[in-house]
């Protein structure tokens, strides 16, 4: 369990980050929270020879409301999910997203991972990726070339791949305020401090997508429930959209279930999702 | 009021829970100055002949001193446990026979620089065909011992009881049931950890161990010393659960590589390293054949075992014995048979582990009965109450033929029905299944009983000093043979001693674990600590209060026999004339004398049979399948308690291993023998959220083969727990149809089973 040799640099500001990134090119990887990264380093799994160390930039941990527009929530990359999950603004704005966060894993991951980092590393089977999906968030990322922002629909782009380049860093992630607006969690697991073996995060908007509800662990990527979505958007009932859900995943078999069963848990899940969300 | 059965809090405690503890890893000793760290390179082939290890690369690397192939290593191979002829060398030399054995070792100047040039080692496998499972093994297609002639270890037993006319197949009713006890990790939270320095012609080991005398003797056996020539200490140990009893061939070459190098030499596993290369437990597959009248009389049982024991047959094949003699559990049945067969696999080899194939016994035996239950139509409680063995207080031999000490089975059943409000569940089970709730109830009830100590009659040596010094005026020191990790032995024994002394317990200090300090030693497994290193301690204290009755007597100038101490002052006197004493520190130094010593060995005539009776509450989800545990009601009788607090830990670690069983934990390997639950990711080691409140009846019936009156407490909740959560289970979708889910009951599992049958 110790991780091959590599070099450490610690960033003081986004910039710095950005160019520490620049001088290491593909070797290089950035450390937030260090909670998915680190794990797989001491497996052997990943062997980055340079860590350039975000976590002690201070500005990138923040949660406020778009001055102009109190709408949309925005959230610094390196917020840890146990400030997530207790900010009072974000249990107001999006509740969804603070009982999410109070999910992942025990209390150290929670107190050591940020949503940045848990939203770079694309795990299908993370919680926040699903939740963000549901609640049409949107990245930003900043680069040499500037700042630029990704649809989270746009963002997960296949297994641990996510359309942020190896130079970038990202900076925030915006998210439109749903206060009032019926969710649900559901996360399927056996032991407190489990991954999902399944999970659906549903918020029960109405306006432009309709109903948003997104998918853990259900394929390569963090994904949304398309099937069930365009359901609802055509007035199906619960049960018939919740019917739906598993319409173009593509489930894992492991240990904890195969493909077969995630199928049947994520129709149940998403049911009683929608008929918490609704309730 | 004596100190004994009261609840004194553990003295280890400050100690450890601020950081005081020293494990192995923690050990500075001048002996071990300089010491090179030994990294393992493990074999990711299960099965395979190996024709090469090129270790030029990995020489080269910085800070490596030396890399040693199994070809290099001259120890002779250490003989298979039952079957002598199924060897195993330090480091594997002409074939791999499992994923994880060790293949070649690194010596690092660091630990860190290790792994780097291990990772260098090229380890030239052919492959050969695996052999995961008894099935593939018993087909002996594939042999793991070819000059052998057979994957078989070991048989013992009857192998036509199930069929034989007066065994169960010729009864009114038969029930059969194939199941799966599955391998299990035993997850010391302190993984494996040795430490070898030479210390002139002496050999000197430090190891993360439950017995240090059994590392000693396997030591002396590897290296041919004389026995005063090798030492070994365990310091603190983190955890052993059985899996820590013997030495690993990991702990057993450090003194050849520390020869070899002239210098010392260290190991710290990782946890995958744990996972994959200590032994496991468990890992049997058992076919119960169950027979009876309608009325609920069971007349014959017969169970068959087939025990993988891994890739060398270590401890693992000697389980099936201790399975077959426990097979009867609480029962009166006239007609138990049993029959065992021990293979070998390309897995990880197996071991004891937390009961150790007593667990194994229970659960067959308790679901059959649930199983015969079902099929009679009878409550499953009512045929324990028609079936047990009345209360017995003289030896009781069963159809398997185990000799039973004491016990009440009815008693702890009706306690523990009584306690769990047995009735109402059953009503609100029949509610719930009226109003068809999704959720449904299930309710498990399992009885058990296991040996202790055993198979054979143990015994263990202790010993007690008392010495000027201390608050108290003088100190006492405890050693005993037994190795505690956890257990909280120390405290018991020093409340023995203060018990008989008249000393404060805090007076009290205990070594073990060090094979200079106690000589012949035995260990701590097998719940056998208390029941004999404790009456050991005992005779040892008796016998130093004796010697200083009779210079108290001296002092006195009384006859030695109108002497008492009395233990509430600790003080002795003329009987009846308490005013004129001599406390302990007046009675050594007016002898004159630097201390009083005496060593007791106490060796039991018979084992101990501790026992009791579960009920578990479960809900189980029945559109997902999930299983969530409401309430566990534990009644253990474990003989006499001489501190409730240290018997209700032990309780609740062994009920939370025991429903790990149930509902979480299995090692699984996928086809081609590579481990999938490598890591604590991926087995499911249970945690406190997944479990309620313990509820826990207490009972004493003493024992009248140690002088304490107390039987072991170490296995209990395990044994008892796993098949009253695996019965829950199954009760839980009863009336869905479903007749048995193997262990552990997963979700996927459970829904597969309710799907299947309702479909
Ligand atoms: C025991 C355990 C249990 C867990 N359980 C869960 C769970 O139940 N649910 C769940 O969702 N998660 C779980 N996690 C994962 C946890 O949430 C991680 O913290 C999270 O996935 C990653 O966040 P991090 O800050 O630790 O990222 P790091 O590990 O530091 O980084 C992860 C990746 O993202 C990159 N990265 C990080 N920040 C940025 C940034 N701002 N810009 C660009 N790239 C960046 C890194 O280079 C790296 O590739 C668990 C983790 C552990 C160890």
Redesign the pocket.
């Given at each position: 369990m110790i991780p091959a040799p590599f070099d450490y640099q610690r960033a003081s500001s986004v910039d710095e980050a950005i160019e520490l990134l620049r001088q290491h090119g593909e070797d290089a990887?950035?450390?937030?929270?260090?909670?998915?990264?680190?794990?797989l380093m001491k497996l052997r799994l990943a062997q980055p020879s340079v860590l350039v160390d975000?976590?002690r930039i201070a500005d990138?941990s923040y949660v406020s409301e778009t001055p102009a527009d109190g709408r949309v929530l925005r959230i610094g990359?390196?917020t840890r999910?146990h400030d997530l999950a207790t900010s009072e603004l974000v249990r107001e704005q999006v509740p969804l997203l603070a009982h999410v966060a109070s999910?992942?894993?025990?209390p150290q991951?929670r107190h050591?991972?940020?949503i940045?980092?848990?939203v770079?590393?694309g795990?299908p089977?993370?919680?926040?990726p699903a939740a963000l999906l549901a609640l049409r968030a949107t990245l930003v990322?900043r680069g040499p070339a500037g700042e630029r922002s990704i649809p989270a629909d746009e963002f997960f782009t296949g297994f641990l791949e996510t359309a942020?380049a190896p130079d970038?860093?990202?900076?925030e992630i915006r998210v439109p305020a749903v206060p009032g607006v019926g969710w649900a969690f559901e996360k399927f697991?056996r032991r407190a401090?489990?991954?999902?073996i399944v999970g659906v995060a549903a918020v029960m908007t109405d306006g432009a997508g309709g109903p948003g509800v997104g998918l853990v662990n259900m394929g390569p990527q963090p994904m949304r429930a398309a099937g069930v979505e365009e359901a609802l958007r055509a007035g199906a009932s619960l049960g018939e959209a919740a019917a739906r859900a598993d319409e173009g995943t593509d489930p894992p078999t492991d240990l904890n279930g195969s493909a077969e069963y995630r199928r049947h848990l994520a129709r149940v899940l998403v049911r009683r999702a929608l008929e918490t969300a609704s309730g | 009021m004596s100190i004994l059965g009261t609840r004194v809090v553990r003295v280890e405690d400050p100690r450890l829970l601020t950081g005081g503890g020293t494990y192995t890893a923690d050990v500075r000793d001048p002996r071990l100055e300089g010491a090179l760290h030994a990294t393992f390179v493990r074999s990711a082939v299960a099965h395979g002949a190996l024709r090469g290890v090129d270790v030029d690369e990995a020489r080269r690397m910085p800070g490596v001193v030396d890399v040693v192939v199994g070809a290099e290593v001259d120890l002779p191979p250490v003989p298979g446990t039952v079957n002598r002829a199924m060897a195993r060398p330090y480091l594997a030399v002409d074939r791999v026979r499992f994923v994880g054995e060790p293949v070649a070792v690194v010596l690092t100047e660091r630990p860190e620089q290790g792994p780097d040039a291990a990772e260098l080692v090229v380890v030239d496998v052919d492959p050969l065909p695996p052999v995961v499972g008894t099935d593939a093994a018993l087909a002996d297609e594939t042999l793991l011992f070819p000059e052998v002639g057979t994957n078989l270890v070991a048989e013992a037993g009857a192998p036509d009881g199930a069929t034989a006319p007066d065994g169960p197949a010729g009864c009114e009713v038969v029930v059969r049931q194939r199941m799966v006890n599955q391998r299990l990790a035993a997850c010391p939270l302190e993984v494996r950890s040795s430490a070898a320095a030479w210390d002139g012609g002496r050999l000197v080991v430090w190891c993360s161990t439950q017995n240090a005398h059994g590392v000693h003797d396997a030591l002396v056996r590897a290296y041919g010393l004389d026995p005063a020539d090798v030492r070994v200490i365990a310091p603190d140990v983190g955890g052993g659960f059985g899996a820590k009893i013997g030495a690993h061939p990991e702990d057993l070459v450090l003194p050849w590589l520390a020869r070899r190098v002239g210098r010392p030499v260290r190991w710290v596993e990782t946890r995958t390293e744990n996972m994959t290369a200590m032994v496991h437990g468990r890992a049997q597959v058992h076919e119960v054949t169950i027979g009876g009248r309608r009325d609920g009389t069971i007349e014959a049982y017969h169970l068959d075992i087939v025990q993988d024991a891994g890739a060398y047959p270590a401890m693992g094949a000697y389980l099936p014995r201790l399975t077959q003699a426990m097979a009867a559990g609480t029962y009166a049945v006239d007609r138990v048979t049993s029959r065992s067969r021990v293979v070998v696999t390309t897995t990880t080899p197996v071991a004891s582990y937390r009961g150790a194939g007593r667990p194994e016994a229970t659960a067959a035996i308790e679901r059959a009965v649930d199983l015969f239950a079902a099929e009679v139509g009878l409550d499953p409680a009512e045929v324990r109450r028609r079936n047990l063995v009345p209360r017995f207080d003289e030896p009781h031999t069963t159809a398997a033929g185990a000799t039973y000490d004491t016990g009440d089975y009815p008693a702890a059943l009706e306690r523990a029905l009584a306690a769990a409000g047995y009735e109402e569940l059953r009503a609100e089970q029949a509610r719930r299944r009226e109003a068809g709730d999704p959720i449904a109830l299930g309710i498990g009830v399992s009885t058990y009983v296991e040996v202790t100590t055993g198979p054979y009659a143990g015994s263990e040596v202790g010993w007690v000093e008392v010495r000027p010094g201390g608050d108290a005026g003088v100190e006492v020191v405890v050693g005993t043979g037994a190795s505690p990790h956890g257990q909280g032995l120390a405290t018991a024994l020093a409340m023995l001693v203060s018990h008989h002394t008249g000393l404060p317990h805090d007076a009290v200090r205990v070594v073990h674990g060090d094979t200079d300090l106690v000589a012949g030693g035995t260990g701590t497994f097998g719940s056998r600590s208390l029941q004999l290193g404790g009456s050991a301690v005992r005779g040892a204290a008796v016998e130093v209060v004796e010697q200083a009755r009779r210079l108290a007597a001296e002092q006195l100038e009384a006859a030695a026999d109108d002497v008492v101490l009395d233990p509430a002052t600790g003080r002795f006197h003329v009987a009846g004339t308490p005013a004129v004493g001599r406390t302990w520190a007046e009675v050594l130094a007016a002898a004159g004398v630097p201390a009083l010593r005496a060593e007791h060995t106490f060796t039991a005539t018979q084992p101990t049979y501790p026992f009791g009776a579960h009920v578990a509450v479960v809900e189980v989800d029945t559109e997902t399948g999930d299983v969530r545990l409401r309430r566990l009601v534990a009644c253990d009788d474990a003989g006499r308690i001489v501190n409730p607090l240290l018997a209700e830990g032990q309780r609740h670690g062994g009920l939370a291993q025991g429903v790990a069983q149930a509902l979480y934990e299995q090692v699984v390997f996928d086809d081609d023998g590579n481990p999938l639950t490598a890591t604590f990711?991926d087995y499911a080691v249970v945690s406190a959220a997944e479990l309620p409140s313990f509820e826990l009846v207490d009972m004493e019936t003493p024992t009248f083969v140690n002088p304490l009156g107390a039987k072991g407490i170490g296995e209990s909740g395990t044994i008892g727990s796993t098949p009253a959560v695996h019965n829950a289970v199954c009760d839980a979708l009863a009336h869905l149809g479903v007749r048995h889910v193997d262990m552990p009951c997963t979700p996927e599992r459970v829904w597969r089973a309710i799907r299947d049958a309702t479909r």
């Open positions: 990887k950035l450390l937030a929270g260090g909670h998915s990264l680190l794990p975000i976590g990138l990359a390196l999910h999910r992942i894993g025990d991951v050591r991972g940020t940045g980092g848990s770079v590393h795990d089977a993370s919680d926040l990322v942020i970038e860093v990202l900076t697991n401090q489990d991954w999902a | 990711a």
